[in-house]
Nanobody, 126 residues
């Protein structure tokens, strides 16, 4: 059974850094693209970042490019999202998701991902 468990979300001040992590189990981790999405209160879930099976391609939403870094450890089955220079608008529940395949040109679409974690709350306060 596929499980994705996020952790690391907390309350931070604007301008600070924070990392959230996702631990995966129940499937061959190294064969799939992994992504991070977020959902702010009253808004739709949006794409944040994705990383292909071997870290050969990494994708970022324009809003986080240059501030966030996604990485993965295939030996440990984990994917990390390092966030810096956090802004109020980065507040939301951050979700880890597993894609259908090792890569996809539609990496930013929810429909590309078939398993989701329960989310971890990140709150940025100014």
């Amino acid at each position: 059974q596929v499980h994705l468990v996020e952790s690391g979300g907390e309350l931070v001040q604007a301008g600070e850094s924070l990392s959230v992590s996702c631990a995966a189990s129940g499937f061959t981790f190294s064969r799939f693209m992994l992504g991070w999405f977020r959902q702010a209160p009253g808004k739709e879930r949006e794409f944040v970042a994705a990383i292909t099976w071997n870290s050969g391609k990494i994708y970022y939403a324009d809003l986080v490019k240059g501030r966030f870094t996604i990485s993965r450890d295939n030996a440990k089955g984990t994917v990390l999202l390092q966030m810096s220079k956090l802004k109020d608008e980065d507040t939301g529940v951050y979700y880890c998701a597993r894609a259908h395949s090792y890569d996809s040109p539609s990496y930013y679409r929810d429909s590309v991902y078939d398993y989701w974690g329960q989310g971890t709350q990140v709150t940025v306060s100014s």
